[in-house]
């Protein structure tokens, strides 16, 4: 669900974003949100980017930290629980 959002910009702005808007062929607000969007997902792929590789560099340190078996006694068979004194 979309919310509404106010901004205040300077009177040049604004008539420089109404400018570029139309030329897209696009309302300010469609414009301005495309941008903002753009922004937030550009930001997110770069987090995402910079979090797979650092667990790609130390995936083997963690590994030898905690192991693949996280949690002992847990069963790999769906459906089926631990012993509850298991962890």
Not at 35 to 63: H, K
Request: no cysteine; glycine share 6%.
């Amino acid at each position: 669900m979309a919310k509404q959002t106010n901004i205040r910009l300077d009177e040049d702005v604004k008539a420089a974003a109404e400018d570029r808007a139309k030329r897209r062929g696009l309302t300010l607000q469609k414009y301005v949100a495309d941008l903002i969007e753009a922004d937030v997902n550009q930001s997110r792929a770069a987090f995402m980017a910079g979090a797979a590789s650092f667990l790609a560099t130390y995936a083997d340190v963690f590994d030898g930290e905690v192991g693949e078996d996280r949690y002992p006694g847990l069963t790999d068979k769906p459906g089926q629980t631990a012993p509850r004194d298991a962890a």
